[in-house]
């Protein structure tokens, strides 16, 4: 299972909200080019890099961190928030990621997505299902959309898509623990696919269990922040 911690960015600086919420906002380091670096240093290959900025103004708003970070880490970067164009999605590549994560604009416009998969490969597109009970979420975790979770998966593994990112925005940055009940049905239901697991890890033993389940990878965030998990404990991950 690949490890991938995550920065979230907000007015250049690493944050983390609580459940989506911007007004539930915690501000952990003025500087997210050192902090990927402290990442690469630890042995860790891979970041989620979230533009929280870009998801509010609809467009990439921290290219120049993104940047910055490619150029100064190894780091096998997937970049999401703010990408609704095939010229902001073009940005982000040049800009040093090499994959992105399509959440709200997967359910809006969905044709388009389906057209970056046939153009770009399944490998350099993410899809991002954020989620709350049985639906998706969608415009910065605000809106619930009509799509299932279920639903979307199979849209998008029919339309050739094979990484999702899901992230139960009910736990994200909460510290409780991760979905591993629905995160379990999924592997089940959907062999085919790969499963990134996101939201509420806490522990050693979270980053275990979600092994267990067979997810893809695991994405941590506010635990690393928190020191709830240490860099020094994913060596074994590693």
Request: charged content about 20%; aromatic content about 8%; proline content about 4%.
């Amino acid at each position: 299972m690949e490890i991938i911690p995550a920065i979230d960015l907000l007015n250049g600086q690493c944050v983390r909200l609580s459940a989506g919420d911007f007004a539930r906002q915690t501000t952990y380091d003025s500087d997210p080019v050192a902090v990927a670096q402290r990442f690469a240093d630890a042995g860790v290959r891979r970041l989620h890099l979230v533009d929280l900025d870009g998801a509010r103004a609809g467009h990439p708003v921290n290219l120049a961190v993104l940047e910055a970070i490619a150029r100064h880490t190894s780091l096998d970067i997937d970049a999401g928030g703010g990408i609704q164009t095939h010229a902001s999605l073009t940005q982000v590549f040049d800009a040093g990621a090499s994959h992105i994560t399509a959440g709200s604009l997967a359910v809006r416009e969905q044709a388009a997505v389906e057209g970056w998969l046939e153009l770009y490969g399944a490998d350099k597109i993410f899809l991002g299902a954020d989620f709350k009970g049985e639906h998706i979420m969608i415009n910065a975790w605000a809106d619930q959309s009509p799509w299932t979770l279920a639903a979307f998966i199979e849209s998008y593994l029919a339309a050739g898509g094979s990484t999702f990112i899901c992230t139960d925005v009910s736990k994200d940055g909460l510290l409780q623990g991760p979905s591993l009940a629905t995160y379990k049905t999924l592997v089940q239901q959907y062999p085919d696919a790969r499963f990134i697991a996101s939201g509420g890890v806490t522990t050693v033993p979270d980053l275990e269990a979600l092994s267990e389940a067979g997810m893809h990878g695991a994405i941590i965030g506010k635990a690393l922040y928190e020191g709830t998990i240490s860099l020094p404990d994913l060596q074994p991950f590693l």
